[in-house]
């Protein structure tokens, strides 16, 4: 793997300087309340619906930070062992408990690797999703944490790249929020490796004036529904958006991840840079 360095010359001498830690973090929010399972949300989406939160997770990847000249520099994301993986990232803000019983009692909110020193950062930008090349892949074989069932459908379709359900008042039995790949072809069985997909739904993410010292990425779940009625859903379809162009429900979900829908664009609503009124201090994040 190829580390980035800065080139120092003193008197005719190349010095290769030492590339330096750099923490990305991110934080969960309903309408700007914390996330957390077994809590309520009311005033969400355009009925006011009271959400029950059942999961929260997410994978970005090809991350990088963007420098004061507007030149930006990709992230040389650790290998952990169990959130980081080849440059893909899981966030999760489910720990299993409340309504969340498809998730883990483990949690992880930042993203660590390292970068050129010497360097001033005014960006971040990122990839909601898995790259292609790792997501049609076989999870029983892929290390952590390409190898989470609930975050899978089969290969043809890949993995979930994100995962966000809840119970709402109308649909207390539960809405499930699963973006992913579509139209993967060839597609003779569900098992069957595709080359293409039409609809890819990665979701590309450029945040203005984020610092990585002092500031954090939010993913609001408020923001990404406030146009949608939660309450109701489309008539055979599936509870929610599973990411399917036949169903009118993803629609104002796909504006707001900043995705093509049925020929519709919107705006990037989900992520946010947010500035605390303290700066972060240490990350919710479970080892091995």
Not at 31 to 49: I, L, M, R
Not at 254 to 280: E, I, M, V
Request: some cysteine; glycine content about 10%; proline content about 7%.
């Amino acid at each position: 793997m190829k580390k980035n360095c800065l080139l120092l010359i003193f008197a005719g001498a190349v010095f290769a300087a030492e590339p330096v830690p750099v923490s990305i973090r991110f934080a969960a929010r309903v309408n700007g309340a914390p996330f957390a399972c077994g809590q309520k949300f009311e005033g969400v989406g355009t009925t006011a619906s009271t959400l029950s939160p059942r999961d929260f997770r997410f994978y970005v990847h090809n991350v990088r930070l963007v420098d004061s000249a507007g030149q930006e520099t990709p992230v040389e994301v650790r290998q952990d062992g169990k959130w980081q993986l080849d440059g893909v990232a899981l966030l999760d803000f489910e720990n299993a408990t409340g309504g969340c019983t498809n998730g883990t009692p483990d949690l992880n909110d930042v993203i660590t690797g390292t970068v050129p020193a010497g360097k001033q950062w005014r960006g971040v930008r990122f990839t909601l999703g898995v790259p292609f090349e790792k997501n049609h892949t076989d999870l029983t074989t892929m290390p952590s944490p390409l190898n989470l069932t609930a975050l899978s459908w089969v290969w043809n379709a890949g993995r979930k790249f994100a995962r966000l359900d809840f119970a709402s008042t109308g649909l207390p039995r539960g809405v499930a929020i699963h973006l992913g790949s579509t139209g993967c072809t060839p597609n003779t069985t569900k098992t069957t490796v595709p080359t293409q997909c039409s609809e890819p739904n990665r979701a590309e993410v450029t945040l203005a004036g984020f610092d990585p010292v002092q500031d954090v990425v939010v993913a609001d779940l408020g923001r990404l529904l406030k146009d949608s009625n939660v309450d109701v859903n489309q008539e055979k379809t599936p509870s929610g958006c599973m990411s399917g162009l036949g169903d009118s429900d993803c629609a104002p979900i796909f504006a707001n991840f900043g995705l093509p829908f049925n020929g519709q664009s919107g705006k990037q609503t989900f992520f946010a840079a947010d500035r605390p009124a303290k700066a972060p201090g240490t990350s919710t994040r479970t080892e091995r």
